[in-house]
């Protein structure tokens, strides 16, 4: 920390045409500061807050990244602090008029050789934990669920060593809800994937009110079950044989047990890196999340891609104001066109809600230098890294190919790790600026700190500073070497992330942009 004190005063220019930069130095500087290149501060300017490199009439485009990120709501003088109240945000780009596959690059040599250690599933896929996940089909059930999840853990799972954990898949729908309505389709159909993801091992246990509007079957329909034992994978609390309180738990215990000896068969084998499914996330961000942490989760990305895994990016409100650059990446036209479906139907659903993309970014993200959504969205894509995007992963379904995907999500982390786990996720990477013990049960979740003082901070939080990237002590592709190792060790289970060392694990959220009745 001593060393950063003494840091020279220094700011990051993305671009070269860029007419702003960040301050690095932490606490920021004061006014009168002269940089190396003579430029001088009139004005104190926080660190991660942007500062003007030209002066600037009202009017004038301001660019960062190389693009526009808003226009001078007044006079900006050399030397400024550029924040919200002396910009305006620019419209966003139409849908109507955007450029297809126009940069996308051939596909970048594949690497061989890079393995980890996984649970093979009858599916196919693999796991990189191996977990009894009991879903449940209504919230009624959720707190006799918990309470069974407690005595699981404390009574049986001991007797099964090579079981990593027993979850709940609680959530707020079944009931009370439009089940047939235009977007109920949403919500169920990711509570039956994540009942399918790679880390639950097929084995699939299902506790059931009776009465409620989503019926096992229609959660879990026979044609999308993996190969079971014969043995019922239903618990209905309301079934007659349920005498009481104990006998429902008792019920419970006794098929998480059948499950429990299923996948205590099962072992770690070498895997090759493809079977990998990595899910990349930001929350609580700031300017230094696209110099630093994004763009060396996005080089990781691209040697996952190289690799042959699958590498979901997400967040629709976060990406739309790069939607342009997002279709010139697309694979073929189709692509293309599937990405701007997603935007288009989540324009109008942010429309029906009264609200634009100016409800995003954060009073947090504000206050660490992302003055509004367009900055924030050309940073957030630099986790995509340079790979053509192969693929669009609707809201709640399953990826069906390898490769780059965009999973179309919220940009809300609880709601966005849901729809990920529910696209077969079996690992997340998540970069933060302002900081979030965010974690998941089903999935390990690797936190990169785009800051050395967060990661200083938060030493027992976060798992990689890419904050070294700012000061020069490391390479955006040193961290991404570093971030991709990373990766294979945990998936591996040699490694364990921050947040499951100390079981932070944030509840399920789900999408449901249909009628609660």
Known sequence: MAERTKLNPLY????????????????????????????????????????????????????????????????????????????????????????????????????????????????????????????????????????????????????????????????????????????????????????????????????????????????????????????PYVVRMQDEQHQSFEQMVTAILEMAEKRLVELNRRRRTARPASDLVVGLQCGGSDAFSGVTANPAVGYASDLLVRAGATVLFSEVTEVRDAIHLLTARAANEQVAQDLIREMRWYDAYLKRGGVDRSANPTPGNKSGGLTNVVEKALGSIAKAGTSAICGVVPPGERTRQKGLLFAATPASDFICGTLQLAASMNLCVFTTGRGTPYGLAMAPV????????????????????????????????????????????????????WADHWGLHNDLALFNPAPVT
């Open 12 to 231: 990051v220019q993305v671009h070269p045409a860029d007419t702003v930069a960040i301050i690095v130095n932490e606490g920021g500087l004061p006014a009168g500061t002269t940089l190396s290149d003579g430029l001088t501060l009139v004005e104190s300017i926080p660190e991660a807050h942007k500062v003007a490199l030209i002066d600037m009439v009202a009017g004038t485009p301001i660019l960062r990244y190389g693009s526009v990120i808003g226009y001078a709501a007044r006079d900006i003088a050399k030397g400024s602090w550029v924040h919200e109240e002396c910009m305006r945000l620019p419209d966003p780009p139409s849908l109507d008029a955007l450029s297809f596959c126009s940069t996308a690059q051939d596909a970048l040599p594949p690497i061989a050789g890079y393995t980890f250690d996984g649970f093979l599933n009858e599916d196919g896929s693999v796991g990189t934990k191996n977990i009894l996940g009991i879903t449940t089909t209504v919230q009624c059930v959720a707190p006799t669920v918990d309470y069974a999840v407690r005595r699981i853990r404390a009574e049986i799972l001991p007797r099964y060593p090579y079981v990593d954990d027993v979850i709940a898949l609680t959530h707020t729908y079944g009931c009370g809800v439009a089940i047939q309505a235009p977007g109920s389709e949403i919500p169920i159909r990711t509570l039956r994937n994540l009942s399918l993801n790679p880390n639950l091992g097929g084995m699939p246990m299902v506790v059931s009110l009776g009465c409620e509007k989503l019926q096992p079957a229609q959660l879990l329909p026979a044609s999308t079950l993996p190969v079971l034992s014969s043995d």
């Open 446 to 497: 690797i936190k990169v700190a785009s800051r050395s003082t967060l990661a200083d901070r938060w030493h027992d939080l976060i798992d990689v500073d890419a904050g070294v990237i700012a000061t020069g002590k490391a390479t955006i592709e040193q961290v991404g070497e570093q971030i991709f190792q990373m990766i294979l060790d945990v998936a591996s289970g040699r490694k364990k992330t």
